[in-house]
Structures are given as structure tokens and as C-alpha cells.
């Protein structure tokens, strides 16, 4: 399709199960600008990704309770298209995702419990040369 700077489109993916949850997520863009590089046109296009996660937050299994925390899920980049020669030429992006859960078992010590939290964030940069 034909787009001009300002215009937005949105893609999903497949629904898809992180722990207990459900995970949607759609990733949107928008033509910002359009630049030069040497003789090629640019066409820089902001990216951002956008998440419903839906799911109980607790779960029992084997004399075990889980508490989850619904996981912050985020992600943002620009990519650099080039209209002239029709290809990718330079992608930043940044995604973070945040998880967190606690589990409690009674155990002939007494009761247990364990917490986990974890925070992903990944930075990548890939670029024609």
C-alpha cells in the first residue's frame, strides 16, 4: 500500500501464554519523517508495541500457591526504510519485560515461601552496511 509521512498501521500477532497469562500484543507504526542517506530516500518509522494481558494471578499445584504479578510488557524502536533500493536499512528497538511471582508450600520445617522477580531489557541495533 501506498503511505505518506503520518500514516499508521498496526499488525497482531497470535495470542500466546507467558506462566498463567494470555498475552496479546500488536505492534504499531507510523511513518515520522523521511530522510536522506547519501542519494536514498528514508522513511523513518516509529515502532511500539502494545500488550493486554488477561489471566488468574494465582494458581495451586502439588500442595504449592503461586502468586503472579501480570508481567509489564513494553517495547519501542524506529526503522529506517529505504524507498529508493526497497529494503530495511538500519532497525533500533528496545523491549522490557518485567516478571514477578511468589510461591508458599507448608513443609514439615513449617511454611516456605520463595519470591522471583525478573527484568528483561534488550537493546538491539541492526543495520545494512
Do not use: C
Not at 528496545?94 to 511454611?111: F, K, M, R, S
Amino acid at each position: 500500500n501506498t503511505v505518506a509521512k503520518d500514516s499508521t498501521w498496526s499488525s497482531k500477532k497470535p495470542v500466546r501464554q507467558m506462566m498463567v497469562f494470555q498475552v496479546e500484543q500488536s505492534s504499531n507504526y507510523k511513518v515520522n519523517d523521511l530522510e536522506k542517506l547519501n542519494n536514498d530516500k528514508l522513511a523513518v518509522i516509529g515502532m511500539e508495541t502494545k500488550t493486554n494481558v488477561s489471566g488468574e494471578t494465582t494458581h495451586s499445584e502439588q500442595g504449592v500457591n503461586y502468586n503472579f504479578t501480570k508481567p509489564r510488557i513494553q517495547g519501542t524502536g524506529t526503522l529506517y526504510f529505504n524507498l529508493d533500493k526497497g529494503h530495511v536499512q538500519k532497525i533500533k528497538s528496545e523491549t522490557l519485560i518485567e516478571t514477578a511471582v511468589t510461591a508458599e508450600a507448608n513443609t514439615p520445617q513449617g511454611l516456605m515461601k520463595q519470591s522471583n522477580k525478573e527484568t528483561v531489557k534488550t537493546r538491539s541495533l541492526v543495520e545494512k552496511i
